[in-house]
Each structure stands twice: as structure tokens, then as C-alpha cells.
């Protein structure tokens, strides 16, 4: 019942689109989207208790803001200095300049996606990385799809639908992402039996859970939690071992898909999927956009006879892989040809691999030039950090490196917001009362729009 005086006082539309503002915005956006603004305001002043001091102004003032939200893309780049480098809610890996070409070659014009070019045939997309892959890791074949869940759900539903799946109750978890395994395997059809318990599980009870209906033994790497204290869990090459004795497949969801040695190249430790290859899982499935530093897909590695089975299911056209991630997923595989290049050329791998001594040298210059530009407002130090590789790798690995630490006066809650909201949005890290920069996850060529957003930002 707040309606006193609907309609009196709010100016005509007409009138308003009169006005040089109005016939800017008629200029700009069109008759009916203007029209459609300029109604939303108007009912919202029906709606208020109170006009505002200058209607017509308030009108064009909020179709304005209203069309220009319009025209700005929802999904945008943003800058990272959170210092995790592969982090899921900014789109984990950032792809290679070889991969960005191939993926704009096969955007832009008609491809040989499907079509085996010496036989004028219908081919299989699959052709373009299955002996890139077989080669780079030393399995007999491979099959790629959307992204890894849709590889352990297909792998599931394929060979264990309707029978039993053994998994050890250590690996019963939930890696992000609404990710959680045992959703996953009763959602593809499968019994879930645990074996072991929540820190320990041996050998033993993995053999004593075999029987005529398992369909599948399965091995989840830890990838983001780590089970600390008194823990014991069998060598997976045991496992698989066990499984093969057994005739029953075995399979291992590995997450992170680190191709090279992490002792030769300089890297935090983890499993590699050669090493998951060579342990004898008939099947390893990981992700394209986690520590491989490819796009978004999933890969599964192992016997081809299972991945010809699986290729076949009306599950796997609809989990399939898109030709642009392909595309993209090819040009980072053929940089692996050459670990040199790996190392120089895939963002990822130069981020993980950044010295301290370069992050401190970095994170000085940038506190120094900030000082001037900040004024005395906030105070500006560089303190030593540790960052986490992030989405689903390396679980409790740290790179030691340094971060701008600002201490504004009236919050750092408040600045991290504003920097959110900038027209390139800045992600920061809000830690013990100030706001960390790290520059870990920045390109060089970044930092003056950081800087840029930091000045205009700053209380
Ligand atoms: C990240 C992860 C997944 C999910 O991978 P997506 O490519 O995001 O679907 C599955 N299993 C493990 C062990 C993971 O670490």
C-alpha cells in the first residue's frame, strides 16, 4: 500500500527520449532496448515511497547504468594475485601461445576434426592425440572427454554398471567442484564397497572384497587432502597387481596430470602418469587443465580394448571432447615433445617453477612504486609467502616465495572488494589484516593494470 501518488511527477518517456541524453542512449542501444530501461526505472519510482529530487535525471541516470551492464561481458579476465596458480574458480591452467593459436585455426575455419583425409572418410576425432599421448606416457592407447569426472563416470558406468566397485575407505572424499566419489559411482550404477578404514587400509582387505560381482578395482589419488599420522595404504602397484591376478580391471583416478619428472625439472613432488602408467593400471584417468597445463578435458590412458568398450557407450558422445579444447589439448602435447619448451612456454609450468629471489626482487619494485603512489594512507611492506599449486595437485606441496602486503586504514575486507569490482577485476588474498599480492600467478605485463586498479581503488 505505498502507492500515495502513482504516476505523479515521474517525467514521460517520451519527453525523455527528447532530451540529448536520452537521444544518446537511442544512438546507442536502439528504441526498444531504451524504452525497456527507461520502464524498469519508471516502476521502480511507482514502487518508492519518496521521488528523488530529479526524476528525469534519475530515469536516464539508471537505463544508462542498466544497457552499459548489458553490453558488458559476464564472463571476463580478471587478474590473479592470489598465488594459486591453478585455481578452479578463475579457470584453472592458462594455455601456451602454441595451444591459443591452434585453437583460434580451428575456431575460425573448417577443420579435419572428423575426417580421415587419406581415405576421404568419416574418421574419429580421437586420432589427433591418441599417439601423442600413447607416446608421451608409455600407455597402449587413450581416449579423451569432457573433463576427468566425465572419465571416471564413463569408466564406471561402462565396466562396473549393475556390480561392485572397490575403493578404499581413505579415498571415500570429495575433491571440489561438488565432486564426490561416492555420488559419482552410484550415479553410473555402480555398488560402492569400502574397504579399510578412514586412515588404514592394507592388501588384505582389498583381497577379501574381491568376488564374482566386482566389476572394477578402483585407486583415487589424494589430490587436494593428505591423511596424516597413523596411515597405512598398500602400494597401487600392489593393487594392481591384485586386481590383474584377479582378471578384474583396475583403475586409477590420478586428478593431476604431471607428465614430467618433478626431481629433473625442478617441480614439488607428485605422482606422474608415466609412473601411474608403468604401475600397471589398466586404466589412469586425469585432468587437461590441471598440472598438464592444457584446456579443460579429461584423458584416460590404458588397455584398448576397454577404451574401445567405453568409446562405443551413448555415455561417451555425450561426455565427448569440444574440437576447440581438442585442438588446444593437442598443441600443449606436442610442446611435451620437447620438455625444454614445457618449461619455457606453458604458463603454468613458469609459474611453478618461479624462484623466491625472483618474486621478492618483483614484489620490492612493485611496494616501492606503490609507496609513491599511495601516499601515506597505507602502509606497504613485502613479506615472505607460501602458495599452493591449487586445483587438485600436489596436496600439500608450498612454493616459498614473497607478497606485497598492504594495511589500509579503514580495511582490508572493504579495498579487496573494490578491487572486485573494477572494470578488470583484481583477486586478492585477505590475510591478518592486510591484503596480499602475490605475484606468482601475474604476468610481468599485467602489473600496470594492477597498479592502475590499486590507484584507483586505494582509501
Ligand atoms: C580434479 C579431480 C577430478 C575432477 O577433474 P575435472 O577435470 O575437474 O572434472 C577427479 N578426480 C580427481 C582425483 C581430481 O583431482
Redesign the pocket.
Known sequence: MNQPHPGRGIPSLDLLLRTPEGLGLLEAHGRIRVLEALRDGASSLRRASRLPADPAGFLLEHASRQLQALNQPSLRRVLNVTGVILH?NLGRSILAPVALEALQEAASGPTNLELDLEQGRRGSRQVHVRDLLALLTGAPSALVVN????A?MLTVATLARNREVVVSRGEMVE???S?RLPEILSHAGARLVEVGTTNRTRLEDYRAALGPDTGLVMV??P??YRIEGFTESPDPIRVAALAREHTIPSFL????GLLLDPAEHGLPNEPTVPDAVAAGFDLV?F????LLGGP???ILLGRADLLRTMSQTPLARAVRIGKLPLAALEATLRLYLDPRRVLEELPTMVALRLSAESLRKRAETLADDLRDRLGGRVQVEVVSSRSTPG??GMPGAELSGWCVRLVPPDGEQAWAERLRREPIPVLATCRKGGLHLDLRTLPSEDEPELIRALESTAP
Open positions: 578452479t573433463n576427468c569426472a566425465a571416471v575433491i571440489g567442484d565432486f583415487s589419488h589430490s587436494n583416478d590420478l586428478g593431476s584417468a585432468s587437461g587443465d590441471k579443460q578435458a579429461g586445483g587438485g
